[in-house]
């Protein structure tokens, strides 16, 4: 005899349980304004006790919402916005939301497929996490009507806008420095396309004349550890630097492994500052001196303010994160 397959749970078990109709079990599930606080966490609570899960496909025919967010990412192998796509799960899960997630490559036909898929999917919103200037080209020519946000540092759409100030952690990178004793500073920044990379390259730029100190053009990189160690073998057939700020950790570690083989210690002889705070950083040798930027944060508050326009309200902040400098091993002073 064929074991008895164990039914799942439906909506009117949900109701059942819970004491209530499941109508009301249903406008739970859709967020519905009028449904009073304990009857929605009654509800909530037996729809985990079971182990109930709605069937999408058909709230969505009846609601005409798909309870879907749209992730355009550049690169999730990489420790921040594999952060930042983690927070957004577990924040869309809580409310309700799944989340469809499609990685593009940095050219604009990537791009453009990308929000293209994730429009025919039909998600109620994108976040967009993928910092280059040819995004908001994409963005412009396929007129994007959902509500959408992306991490746009520069702050030119800031109803749209959620980020890390880079600017502001080119610049505590490099006054770290500065205030150290250091004058011949060097900066390995990111790749040119890259929002990101061109604040912190303005920040440290900025901090420089500032200073009044000596302007030495950046390094252009590609965000990896093996350009930081070829940067470095070349930056040390002329070793006139004391210091050297790069525009992410991965180079950074890849630099300082240059430098030893090279003879030059770090920090005796020449400082070494990164940015992220990848948590990796702490146990470089020597630990690095970083600017951390909370990829987590970002996460939420993107998804909060996606969330906060589907709702029809205007609350969610818009105001940028605040980096914040983590002093290590590897900077001293001059």
């Not at 005409?64 to 992730?71: D, E, K, P, Q, Y």
């Not at 250091?182 to 890259?194: K, L, Q, T």
Request: hydrophobic share 40%; with cysteine; proline share 5%.
């Amino acid at each position: 005899m064929e074991p008895e397959k164990v039914r799942a749970p439906n909506i009117r078990d949900v109701a059942r349980l819970a004491g209530v109709s499941y109508q009301t079990v249903s406008r739970v599930l859709n967020d519905s304004p009028n449904i009073r606080p304990s009857t929605r966490e009654r509800v909530r609570q037996v729809i985990d006790e079971l182990g109930y899960q709605p069937n999408q496909a058909a709230r969505a025919l009846v609601t005409n919402r798909s309870r879907t967010i749209g992730v355009l990412s550049g690169d999730t192998a990489h420790y921040g916005p594999t952060t930042s796509v983690h927070a957004i799960e577990v924040a869309a899960r809580q409310s309700g939301y799944r989340v469809m997630i499609t990685n593009t490559a940095s050219d604009y036909d990537s791009i453009r497929s990308g929000l293209d898929f994730l429009r025919v999917q039909a998600v109620e919103a994108i976040v967009i996490i993928a910092p280059q200037v040819r995004v908001f080209d994409a963005i412009a020519d396929i007129g994007l009507t959902i509500p959408f946000v992306t991490l746009d540092s520069t702050r030119r759409d800031t109803s749209h806008s959620m980020s890390v100030d880079q600017f502001a952690g080119g610049r505590l990178a490099t006054r770290h420095l500065i205030d150290l004793g250091h004058r011949e500073i060097e900066h390995i920044a990111g790749p040119r396309d890259w929002i990101e990379a061109d604040a912190r390259m303005r920040g440290f730029l900025h901090e420089i004349n500032e200073a009044e100190l000596n302007t030495r053009p950046p390094i252009l990189g590609d965000w990896t550890a093996d350009f930081g160690y070829h940067a470095g073998r070349e930056m040390l057939r002329h070793p006139d630097f004391s210091a050297v700020f790069c525009a992410n950790d991965q180079m950074a570690l890849g630099l300082i492994h240059a430098l030893h083989e090279g003879g030059m210690r770090v920090p005796q002889d020449v400082s070494v500052v990164g940015f992220d705070d990848i948590p990796d950083a702490a146990y470089f040798w020597p630990p690095l001196t970083t600017v951390r930027q909370d990829f987590a944060e970002i996460g939420r508050r993107s998804l909060a303010i996606i969330l906060d326009e589907l709702r029809g309200s205007t609350g969610a902040s818009h105001e940028q994160i605040a980096p914040e400098l983590v002093v290590r091993g590897s900077t001293a002073p001059a």
